[in-house]
């Protein structure tokens, strides 16, 4: 078993920047691709960005991509997501995820492909 806990939400304006962290416990998440997923109010969890047990591959939805950044510490296993330029239609709640030991694939987009989830963190982008 894998336990995520995020962090770091909030309220932000328009522009603004937060960084949220993700603390795995239990299983080591060294072998594991790591993702953010986010659900905003009435609306399916879309996928965010993900990043390979190395951090050397990356991935991004085109709605984040050039905004948000991913990063992850595998000896405090953790995993961030850091958010610059946020907009209003960034606000949701955002989960951090993880995918079964072994597999590779950082384009893994939908929330089947991963085994293990948090609770998520509210973030509201807001003026």
């Given at each position: ?87 209003p239609e960034d606000t949701a ?35």
């Open positions: 078993q894998v336990q995520l806990v995020e962090s770091g939400g909030g309220m932000v304006q328009p522009g603004g920047s937060l960084r949220l962290s993700c603390a795995a416990s239990g299983r080591t998440i060294s072998r594991r691709v790591l993702s953010w997923f986010r659900q905003a109010p009435g609306k399916e969890r879309e996928f965010v960005a993900a990043i390979s047990w190395g951090a050397d591959n990356t991935y991004y939805a085109d709605s984040v991509k050039g905004r948000f950044t991913i990063s992850r510490d595998n000896a405090k296993n953790m995993v961030f997501l850091q958010m610059n330029s946020l907009k709640v955002y989960y951090c995820a993880a995918r079964a030991e072994g597999l590779t694939a950082v384009v893994a987009t939908t929330r089947t492909q991963y085994t293990y989830w948090g609770q998520g963190t509210q973030v509201t982008v807001s003026s």
